[in-house]
């Protein structure tokens, strides 16, 4: 028996013990938590096993609770602290040489390996606080002596998890969660978030073909630092790329009458879109001091990142500040668009409801509200609209008057947009033909014929691939022939690769895209290296000639008839669009037509 109580205990310790350490690392808890609760519990198992000659029961029982009390204590003390995003993970960074921008100087930090110098937090305008909140990006201020740019800016503000659920997240979509000491800590989150990063090539070359990145996040999260699309492999192939922070949420798409009358242009509800101008804007001001070629400036982004690149080459005030586009997962052209826009009306309206909520009379009484309080908004504001300013029309209508801004364009979409999104909402046999119906309306027949589904496994799989097609493929399928009848050379993909990690899932493309696959990582194989290699030439080729092709690449065509896409996946070549008999319904149900 009293072997038994032994093993009891020993189990019941070590499972104890496991969690703890397990919740401490997931939550990124400071090494002091790890401390506090080994000593704890070496001091338990001393206690315990005094008690247990003792026999005495409840006294041990006891001292678990107090035992998992400490670990609360523990826990408290050591949560992670909130501190800047280093630009690079090595000790004594070397630093770059210094770069005068038209606002003061600054200095980077080089890669360990030497190959990319990172100027990261540099501002592109003022901080929208007080009473720059809901107004147009301001020009930064002037600094004296050197400004370092070693570390990130905090991202934009948004709503943020708590550090174990976002690590829960990494495990369980993503399948590369690693353990380490170098994370232990939070990244600051701040309405103060309009600022840059470059990535460039180590190299005194000049003219250097330049891309600009917009970040996704369904415009209410997301930072420019996830490594999936930073700069550097871009870099490591003579390209210098820049990303920026931009307001997101409440603070970057709400709509007032009020600020309509106090703005100079009579706008409201595009500040997060006008921040990504301005540093459109900042970039063809200063990229040359970095060796960039301000004539040569690539646009990209993916989803509400591309939906947003394809607002703004739709936008006058974009004319003239970059050449060419790269969309990915996401565009705004439809003649409704299904996500991340509405017209002003409907914005001025939401606007008006959210300031009720919050009992205030005037935006300064709104202005006054702690953004802390605020953020909860973000999804009832993160819808770019029509201001008469940004945008004088819906992009739709700019693209039908043959307005526009790129030259050339890459877009495309992933096969499992919709996985993401309906992991916890997936569909079944019973709820399918309702969901379709709710929908499609008096199309529905039209739908389910093409759509059929006799099994759970049917339905779940048609709902998936119906659901990605109204909000990714289909404003894919709109964009190119807009594209195509204005004479832009438009080339799509279709991305389908499975792998360890996200696969073909939203965003899935982008680590393969950007050249950011870790070296030293097992979910991806020769094969997946070897297509990223080919991505990233494309793009390299695309960003500095406007076409992807080049010397040992498979030709990747334009998509002139709206139906030729470049597949990347296990098959590497081009294959005709699927999903069409489905895009006619959903032009019937738009009223879209290139027929004037």
């Known amino acids: 028996m ?37 000593l704890v519990s070496g001091f338990y198992v001393y206690a315990f096993i005094t008690r247990l000659k003792q026999k005495k029961m409840l006294h041990r029982f006891f001292l678990y609770l107090l035992w998992i009390a400490s670990f609360g204590a523990a826990f408290a003390i050591s949560y992670p602290k909130v501190k800047p995003v280093p630009a690079v993970d090595y000790k004594n960074p070397v630093k770059t040489g210094i770069v005068q921008t038209q606002n003061g100087a600054v200095q980077g930090v080089v890669t360990e390996d030497g190959a990319v110098e990172i100027y990261a937090g540099i501002p592109y305008a003022k901080p929208p606080v007080g009473e720059l909140r809901w107004k147009e990006p301001q020009d930064p201020d002037n600094w004296e002596g050197v400004r370092p740019a070693d570390k990130f800016a905090p991202m934009s503000m948004q709503p943020v998890n708590s550090p174990i659920y976002d690590s829960l997240a990494q495990i369980i979509g993503y399948h590369d969660y690693k353990i380490s000491l170098k994370d232990n800590y939070l990244p600051p989150v701040s309405e103060d978030s309009l600022y840059v990063n470059i990535w460039k090539p180590a190299t005194t070359e000049t003219n250097l073909t330049v891309v600009v990145y917009v970040h996704g996040g ?69 990229i040359e001091a970095f060796g960039g070629d301000p004539t040569n400036i690539t646009l990209s982004g993916e989803s509400a990142g591309s939906a947003s690149v394809s607002a703004i080459c739709a936008s006058p005030l974009a004319k003239g500040l970059f050449t060419r586009a790269v969309m990915e997962s996401s565009t705004v052209v439809p003649v409704s668009p299904t996500h991340s826009f509405r017209l002003l009306d409907e914005a001025l309206k939401s606007g008006k409801e959210l300031k009720e909520r919050y009992s205030c009379d005037t935006i300064a009484d709104l202005r006054a509200v702690s953004a802390e309080k605020l953020v909860g908004e973000a999804d009832t504001q993160h819808h770019m609209t029509v201001d008469g300013y940004a945008l004088a029309k819906t992009p739709y209508e700019y693209y039908m008057d043959g307005e526009f801004n790129e030259q050339q364009v890459i877009h495309g979409y992933n096969r499992h947009e919709a996985d993401a999104f309906l992991i916890f909402s997936a569909a079944n046999l019973k709820n399918y033909e309702g969901r379709v119906r709710d929908y499609f ?13 006799t099994t759970n496994d049917e339905a779940k799989a048609n709902w998936s691939e119906i659901w ?28 389908t690769k499975e792998n360890g990690r996200l696969g073909a899932w939203h965003s899935g493309e982008e680590v393969y895209l950007y050249g950011n696959i870790p070296v030293d990582s097992k979910l991806y194989d020769d094969y997946d290296r070897k297509l990223s290699d080919s991505m990233l030439q494309y793009f390299v080729n695309f960003a500095k000639t406007g076409n992807p092709n080049g010397e040992g690449l498979p030709e990747w065509q334009q998509n002139t008839a709206s139906e030729d896409v470049m597949e990347f996946g296990d098959n590497f070549g081009m294959i005709k669009e699927r999903e069409h008999e489905l895009f006619a319904i959903l032009d019937k149900m738009q009223g879209f037509s290139t027929k004037h």
């Open 2 to 38: 009293k072997k038994k109580k032994h093993i009891g205990f020993i189990i019941c310790f070590i499972l104890t013990l496991f969690v703890m350490v397990a919740v401490l690392e997931l939550n990124k808890n400071r090494i002091i938590g790890f401390a506090i609760t080994l």
């Open 218 to 286: 369904s415009l209410q999260t997301g930072q420019p630092w996830y490594d999936d699309y930073s700069g550097q492999g871009l870099a490591r192939e003579g390209v210098i790329v820049v990303n920026m922070g931009y307001r997101l949420g409440v603070f970057g798409y709400y709509a007032d009458e009020e600020l309509i009358a106090e703005s100079e242009n009579d706008t409201t509800g595009n500040y997060g879109l006008l921040d990504q101008i301005k540093a459109l804007k900042w970039v063809n001001d200063n």
């Open 441 to 453: 309306k008096e199309y529905s027949d039209e739908v389910l014929k093409l759509y059929p589904a």
């Open 468 to 495: 990605g097609a109204i909000f990714f493929d289909y404003p894919h399928y709109c964009y190119n022939r807009l594209s195509v009848m204005n004479g832009v050379p438009t080339y799509q993909y279709y991305f």
